[in-house]
């Protein structure tokens, strides 16, 4: 039977945080995941808060972890350095993040022609976010035959003025134009998709006829400052020498913008995530569903996979409960108005079946039954009514948690990281405890495990 000192259930944003500080610390590791979580749908970038009102990452997060029952409210502090540490990962891992926590948010063209907020970009998207200059363009380039990507009514919607926003913390181009270019290899084809894009521009042959072609598109529209918005497709195994590419062949400077899913940012963030897991040690399943989680009395003591014709049994020191709440399948609403944490039977706190509808599509104030989840003590143990933990050496991270509203909030990435980080840092500490009063075979008490280094 396999063992592991910290199963981590979830392969999304929070918990692949919490395995990779845990694997660097020397941790055995094992994430299990029904399927791809949430990175394969996302822009690629970290929200950790964005609304109105707010003028920097650091100010919306500020603002949340004032409300009572808010996960900020104890993961505030953790924040930073949980993002630190990530970034620093991934970077060696060749996919570089710009902006910061106190930076401003700034609106970014989407492709469907209108304008999010962001503070931290991955690199490819990072031209976006610079304030637009006197008599500068953008020049939007649509893919023939790509349909998720429409320059054409995609300008006409950022032509006007309102989509830029009125808080006076944004400019926009002076001219906003489209181009449409036929790449390599695609005439008349009216299918094409992200993936096969992404994977063309992974070959240096096909990329340099492309950019060539994206080239003349550009210039043709006359000359001047600006920037050229491209659709999320440059490369995937190969994005760091595309992007180099493109900014060395293109005669303005590019930025992707990201896409319906999947979304190949995402996908890139999954990739080198991943990678770095691996890279450390930890071991990764992906298609092997939990069927149960076995415990013995406080403490969970093995997750059971599904796999093929059998079902296997890992055994865990720890748990890391990061199944994405309502919408990943961690929490579950029954006919008879309960929501249930089907692995481990979680107390779940939510809003009572009455009132799990709004009485408006999309209210002002949020859907009632987004604020669903699983409350936690200061170590993200799982807790009952009364506060008392449920497992000791369970942790809770990411969407699971109750008192956030993520979408309204734009505050999932923030959230997830850092309660990735403190899940990780809880452990170790308790796994330093445990070694600490657990004598050696010689007799001699082992040194206390080293702190988690930060790339």
């Given at each position: 039977?396999a063992t592991?000192?910290?199963v ?5 944003l ?6 990779i ?7 055995r590791?094992?994430?299990v995941a ?32 004032a409300?009572a029952?808010?996960?900020?409210a104890?993961l ?15 970077k ?9 926590l ?27 976010m610079?304030p637009w200059?006197a008599r ?8 023939a ?8 009514p ?25 181009v449409e ?15 096969e ?11 340099r ?13 006359g ?9 999320a497709?440059l ?8 992007l ?17 899913p999947?979304s ?6 999954y ?10 040690g ?5 298609g ?6 076995e415990?013995?009395g ?12 059998r ?30 944490e ?6 779940v706190?939510?809003?009572?079946g ?47 948690l109750a008192?956030?509203r993520a ?49």
């Amino acid at each position: 039977m396999a063992t592991a000192d910290v199963v981590v259930v979830g392969a999304g944003l929070s918990g692949l945080t919490a395995a990779i500080a845990l694997a660097h610390d020397g941790a055995r590791v094992e994430v299990v995941a029904r399927g791809n979580a949430t990175t394969h749908w996302m822009p690629g970038g970290f929200d950790c808060g964005s609304f109105p009102g707010a003028a920097s990452p650091s100010a919306a997060v500020e603002i949340l972890e004032a409300r009572a029952g808010h996960p900020y409210a104890l993961l505030a502090p953790d924040l930073e350095r949980g993002l630190a540490f990530l970034r620093g990962v991934l970077k060696t891992e060749g996919l570089v993040y710009s902006g910061d926590l106190d930076g401003p948010l700034r609106a970014v063209p989407t492709a469907i022609g209108g304008t999010r907020r962001v503070g931290i970009v991955p690199d490819a998207q990072a031209a976006a976010m610079e304030p637009w200059a006197a008599r500068e363009r953008l020049v939007v380039c649509g893919i023939a035959g790509f349909k998720d990507f429409s320059a054409g009514p995609m300008v006409a919607s950022l032509r006007r003025a309102s989509v830029w926003g009125g808080d006076g913390l944004t400019a926009r181009p002076a001219r906003i134009e489209a181009v449409e270019v036929e790449l390599p290899d695609q005439k008349g084809r009216r299918n094409i998709n992200a993936l096969e894009l992404g994977r063309g521009f992974d070959d240096p042959a096909w990329r340099r006829d492309a950019f060539e072609r994206i080239s003349r598109a550009v210039e043709s529209t006359g000359r001047g400052p600006g920037r050229i918005g491209l659709p999320a497709v440059l490369g995937i195994a190969e994005h760091a020498a595309v992007l180099d590419d493109a900014r060395r062949f293109l005669p303005l400077p590019p930025f992707e913008v990201p896409l319906v899913p999947p979304s190949l940012p995402g996908v890139r963030l999954y990739g080198a995530l991943r990678a770095a897991l691996l890279r450390r040690g930890g071991r990764l399943s992906i298609g092997e569903p939990v069927v149960r989680i076995e415990t013995d009395g406080t403490r969970a003591t093995a997750v059971v996979l599904s796999a093929a014709v059998r079902e296997r049994r890992v055994r865990a020191g720890a748990i890391v409960l990061a199944t994405g709440g309502i919408a990943g399948g961690g929490l579950i609403g029954r006919s008879d108005g309960r929501l249930e944490e089907p692995l481990l039977g979680l107390p779940v706190d939510a809003p009572p079946g009455d009132d799990w509808l709004a009485d408006e599509a999309f209210p002002v104030e949020g859907h009632p039954l987004e604020l669903a989840g699983i409350r936690t003590d200061a170590e993200l143990r799982p807790v009952d009514s009364g506060g008392r933990s449920v497992f000791e050496n369970v942790r809770v991270v990411g969407a699971m948690l109750a008192g956030h509203r993520a979408i309204r909030e734009r505050s999932g990435d923030g959230v997830a990281i850092a309660s990735g980080w403190r899940a990780a840092q809880s452990l170790r500490l308790g796994r330093a405890e445990s070694e600490r009063e657990r004598p050696s075979r010689r007799g001699r008490r082992p040194a206390a495990a080293t702190p988690v280094a930060r790339p």
